[in-house]
């Protein structure tokens, strides 16, 4: 069964998924292992039935003006919040060193193998000064599992250099100065500058870029061409939070093969809907971590989190 296609910006809302959602939140809600993280997540309903009720916010034919996609974007940030109140950077880290190690690792693996790894990676080497001085054969082997790792080990021991030798051993809180470190670019740099040092920024990762290139939020392909048009989109203060719930929503719901659009609580917003499985009981199928009744990608999440820690190393669930 397929439901019609919303045009560019939308047509009506399709209570077919809004029902589908409200399912699906009641499912992620029951299966949520503690019950006060499960009393919070009911609290916060996924908001599809109101979403359902989205007037003709998505409505109508003919192009987007820039101030009704300027509204959209940013209910569907709102509707975000109200589905992903918990969410978070999902790399376990404890200073801006580890979070920067953390996020090099991250490239082409998941968060969850990254999180299983460091643990012991931050135990042999806690310091830039530690990890500039390692041996790279050793460091290689502790980070095997992320991939890549002769690559990843050549950037480790590089940025700890350059941390120790041009910056005192501390990690720069400014953009110009991360992005000059061995392995580092603009994402990375974001990462740590809006998570160990509160500076706002949108992380543009491929969950972040598709997503909103579904959304029609921008057509741009290139990621500092993405970043620009998002953060045109909303206040300052928004950005490092909306990256969080746009890469949340792309891990759990908004797949890149199979988006579960008869699950998700935005689809009346969504000019994609229908890119994905519409039928709500196969789409409730493909929900992911903690929507899907299953452990997320860190070790130690926050006591908000309404799902499972992460198994550690060699126990994948
Ligand atoms: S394309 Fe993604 S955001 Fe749009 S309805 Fe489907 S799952 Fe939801």
Not at 43 to 60: N, S, V
Not at 144 to 162: E, N
Not at 245 to 263: K, L
């Amino acid at each position: 069964m397929t439901p019609p296609r919303n045009s560019a910006v939308g047509e009506r809302a399709p209570t077919g998924a809004a029902k589908a959602a409200n399912k699906a939140k009641k499912k992620s809600g029951a299966t949520s292992s503690a019950k006060g993280a499960k009393d919070a997540q009911d609290a916060k309903a996924l908001p599809a039935a109101k979403a359902a009720r989205t007037p003709k916010a998505a409505a109508g034919a003919g192009p987007e003006s820039r101030t009704a996609l300027v509204r959209r974007a940013r209910r569907i940030n709102r509707e975000l919040a109200e589905v992903y109140p918990y969410a978070h950077p999902e790399l376990d880290f404890e200073n801006p060193f580890e979070l920067l190690v953390a996020t090099v690792l991250s490239a082409q693996t998941t968060d969850l193998r990254v999180n299983q790894t460091t643990p012991a990676l931050f135990a042999a080497y806690p310091t830039p000064e530690d990890m500039a001085a390692a041996d790279p054969e050793t460091l290689e082997q502790l980070i095997r599992p992320t991939g890549f790792f002769r690559a990843k080990a050549k950037s480790l021991i590089g940025l700890s250099t350059a941390i120790r030798d041009r910056f005192g051993g501390e990690v720069p809180g400014r953009i110009e100065d991360l992005v000059s470190l061995p392995g580092v670019g603009r994402k990375t740099a974001h990462v740590v500058l809006g998570n160990a040092f509160g500076r706002p920024g949108i992380t543009v990762d491929t969950h972040f870029g598709r997503l909103v290139r579904r959304w029609k939020w921008t057509e741009a392909t290139d990621p500092e061409k993405v970043e620009a048009e998002i953060c045109a989109l909303f206040p300052k203060s928004e950005w490092t939070m909306l990256s969080h719930r746009v890469i949340f929503h792309g891990r759990r719901i908004c797949h890149s093969r199979r988006p579960a659009c008869g699950a998700c609580p935005i689809a009346p917003l969504c000019p994609s809907y229908g890119e994905g499985e519409t039928d709500p009981e196969k789409a409730e199928k493909l929900l992911k971590y903690e929507k899907g009744g299953k452990p997320g990608q860190r070790l130690k999440p926050p006591p908000d989190y309404p799902g499972l820690p992460a198994p550690p190393l060699g126990g994948d669930a």
